[in-house]
């Protein structure tokens, strides 16, 4: 392997005013003559004649010079299939593919993949990315990939790759079937760039430069690939993916032992209503292969917001997810199918059936829809729900939108005579009446929210805005939420300012509004400042100071918390980094509130003031290591006591076939006595195994002292054919003295992907 520092010092002589290729250039596609044989050698006529993206330009860790190791990429097409091919040029350092799973983890693997987007609208498209082992993933782009969050790997579908070795370069041919994607036929331009990550050497190239601050699959950078001959008429796609599944528990919490078994039947469909938009459908959906959700020590007065993982709720939901703003979502997912029962713990509610439409209508017009059904539940107080989302976007000039979204809630047969049957919190509703609060029936629940984005053509400027409002039977006024946010990005230099309020009666059931029942109402002010440097430096790629502020009012102008953090951050060649922060804290409480255990220990009472302040240092090692760790360390005052905290991972891995990886979350608070002295700690080893690009075993093991419980999950995949699984699913739940079972379950499904 070459030596790194050898390779920067080369990159930072090189760095002169030479050509690259501009955002706009074409790169023409013509129709295959003859048959694409998918074998990595590029020997047929069309590939020799095909149009070559070429002199591909770094993006990191510098963006002035050609990539030391250049890249290629073409294009054909035929009546079936679009067809892209890579030569990527190596001197056969062995690459960085650390796991054969699908959807990898993608800044830490070697790979080489494309950006598309057939609207031609610089805002929506798709990526497909391939390593050197083969590996796949796909997904979708929204917002104009202007971030990480633009990117969502969650869509699935099929197309087929082979990858071939040589001695100075390897090779990549896709078939990517038109049926897998949605385009426009008539469209006579798409969006596209070529991306490479050569993680082993932390470099970055693009075929269309992009500017070091920017993502490398940021459209605003994009090229235009040119329809010489007409792309295939967009033909209708139906898919119907049908499960069983089947499950056996035990669960001896529940007085006397009790055992149940069950077996399911249901099926997804995807159905192409036009070139570009699609009906998802689910009957009876199951998702027992889901991974379960990671524990964490959440000490702070907010509920903590768990990631959707459900499949389903996850493909097409870009939409949905950017409406409000992360403090007030008006729609959350996981709201849908998924409550909590009188011991707080998560429980699954039956869903009867789901419907999603979503795409563009045009190239200015997206849409998205959803309608679900979750089933009664009486063990958990629920009734039949009705859930109804919609979402119109509108974009104009070049990479901005305009949006409205609309959700509803409906609670199916709810009337005052249900009150003992239907005893969920979630259905109901606190209404004050001269001072004294009392608890009603709430059957429905909706709110209307507009979203403005704004984006500059060159990614520099962006700005954000947001008004929502909530309406159900028995709040009325003050009802209002809302956000004005603007960003100024450039090479050295990014800033950010926001306000925001959230009005008391702002009540969003399917969404997230985690200060709702902590503040009645308020304002927030908050403003971040990064500065950007790039040293000349063997070693470190960027360095800069942070400062970040916030304030919160409740009505009347009461400050009730402020916060100032400053810092200072450093990233190196070799994948690593290091930062050092400062935070000062005050927080005058709202509501009664004990971090550890309201019932154990005394509370600190609403009106109280507090303020304290904390150091902090955190550090990364060089990622591309078979061992590498990542830890951070807090200290400092914590309310009327101190908080030592000191989080992390450690992770091994024996590439591409397993690693072993452990998270952990060391808390030592000390408060007065009265308040609680506790040692709080969360460890969660994990065991990830791919036995072949298409057999996989993940072991999972968490234990909380905080909730006293060792939870142990256990799942096997096989993906027997292209998008087609079998997995079986193992879930035990022990106390941790004597490791005494509370609760266990094994569960089977097996999904078949059918086209018709």
């Not at 990549?172 to 385009?183: L, M």
């Not at 009957?283 to 903590?304: A, C, K, M, W, Y």
């Not at 209404?431 to 209307?448: A, E, F, K, M, Q």
């Not at 879930?731 to 569960?747: C, I, S």
Request: with cysteine; net charge neutral; proline share 4%.
């Amino acid at each position: 392997m070459k030596n790194l520092s050898g390779i920067f010092v080369l990159l930072v002589l090189s760095m002169t005013c030479i050509g690259q290729n501009k955002p706009g250039m074409e790169l023409p596609i013509r129709k295959a003559l003859g048959t694409i044989t998918l074998d990595g050698k590029l020997d047929e006529p069309d590939w020799v004649k095909a149009a070559v993206a070429k002199d591909f330009y770094l993006n990191f860790p510098v963006d002035t010079t050609f990539a030391p190791f250049q890249t290629e990429a073409r294009l054909t097409f035929d009546d079936h299939n679009f067809y892209v091919s890579f030569v990527c040029f190596d001197d056969q350092t062995p690459e960085i593919v650390q796991s054969l799973r699908r959807d990898f983890d993608y800044e830490n693997n070697d790979n080489v993949g494309f950006t598309v987007g057939p609207y031609n609208d610089r805002i929506n498209g798709f990526f497909f990315v391939i390593t050197p082992r083969g590996v796949q993933m796909e997904g979708t782009i929204s917002g104009g990939g202007t971030s990480g969050d633009s990117f969502s790997a969650t869509w699935d579908n099929k197309w087929y790759s082979h990858v071939e070795k040589y001695s100075d370069r390897w090779i990549a041919e896709i078939a990517i079937p038109f049926k897998s994607f949605r385009f426009k036929s008539n469209l006579m331009e798409w969006n596209i760039n070529f991306n490479r990550w050569d993680r082993k050497r932390n470099l970055s190239s693009t075929w269309i430069a992009v500017p070091i601050q920017f993502d490398s699959g940021s459209f605003g950078y994009s090229g235009q690939l040119v329809w010489e001959d007409p792309s295939p008429q967009a033909v209708t796609n139906i898919s119907i993916i049908p499960y069983i599944a089947g499950l056996s528990s035990v669960d001896k919490q529940a007085g006397p032992l009790k055992r149940s078994s069950d077996l399911n039947v249901g099926f997804d469909a995807k159905i192409g209503i036009t070139p570009s938009l699609n009906l998802d459908l689910t009957v009876n959906p199951d998702f027992s292969q889901v991974e379960v959700d990671r524990q964490v020590i959440n000490l702070t007065r907010f509920e903590f917001r768990f990631p959707e993982r459900r499949q389903f709720f996850l493909e097409n939901s870009d939409l949905f997810d950017q409406a409000g703003y992360p403090s007030a979502r008006p729609f959350f997912s996981r709201r849908v199918g998924l409550t909590r029962d009188t011991a707080g713990s998560i429980q699954q509610v039956p869903i009867v059936y789901g419907a999603r439409l979503s795409g563009s209508i045009n190239k200015d017009w997206r849409v998205s829809t959803l309608n679900m059904l979750t089933q009664e539940k009486e063990t958990l107080g629920l009734p039949n729900q009705l859930y109804t989302v919609a979402t119109l976007q509108r974009n104009f000039w070049k990479q901005s939108n305009i949006a409205v979204t609309y959700v509803d809630k409906q609670s199916l047969g709810v009337s005052r005579l249900d009150s003992m049957k239907y005893f969920n919190r979630e259905l109901w509703q606190p209404r004050v009446n001269n001072n004294d609060t009392t608890w009603v029936l709430n059957n429905y629940n909706r709110v209307i929210t507009a979203d403005l984005e704004l984006l500059s053509s060159d990614n520099r400027w962006s700005g954000s805005f947001f008004y929502s409002a909530s309406f159900d039977p028995h709040l009325e006024g003050k009802n209002q939420s809302g956000l004005a946010f603007v960003n100024f990005r450039s090479r050295n230099f990014q800033a950010m300012y926001g306000e925001s309020f959230i009005q008391e009666n702002y009540n969003a059931e399917a969404g997230f509004v985690p200060a709702r029942g902590v503040y009645p109402g308020f304002q927030n002010s908050f403003i971040n400042i990064e500065g950007i440097f790039y040293p000349k430096h063997k070693h470190i790629v960027r360095m800069g100071p942070y400062l970040s502020a916030e304030v919160t009012r409740i009505p009347g102008g009461i400050v009730t918390d402020k916060s100032l953090g400053i810092g200072y951050g450093f990233s190196f060649l070799n994948t690593s980094g290091l930062e050092f922060s400062y935070d000062l804290t005050y927080q005058k409480l709202t509501n009664t509130f004990n971090p550890i255990d309201n019932e154990q220990y005394s509370s600190f009472l609403a009106g109280e003031n507090y303020t304290w302040s904390s150091v902090s240092a955190e550090y990364q090692s060089d990622q591309r290591k078979i061992f590498n760790y990542s830890a951070e360390v807090n200290y400092g005052g914590f309310y009327n006591g101190k908080l030592f905290n000191i989080n992390g991972s450690l992770n091994y891995r024996y590439q591409p076939i397993g690693s072993v990886a452990i998270r952990y979350d060391y808390n030592a608070i000390d408060l007065p006595n009265e308040y609680g002295k506790e040692k709080l700690f969360l460890i969660g080893p994990r065991i990830d195994l791919t036995f072949t690009d298409k057999i996989f075993l993940t072991t999972f093991v968490q234990y909380n002292n905080l909730a006293d419980n060792i939870n142990l999950n256990a799942r096997f995949q096989w993906r027997y054919k292209p998008a087609s699984d079998f997995f079986v699913v193992y879930t035990e739940n022990y106390l941790p003295q004597h490791l005494k079972t509370k609760n266990r379950a094994l569960v089977f499904k097996l999904t078949y992907w059918l086209n018709i």
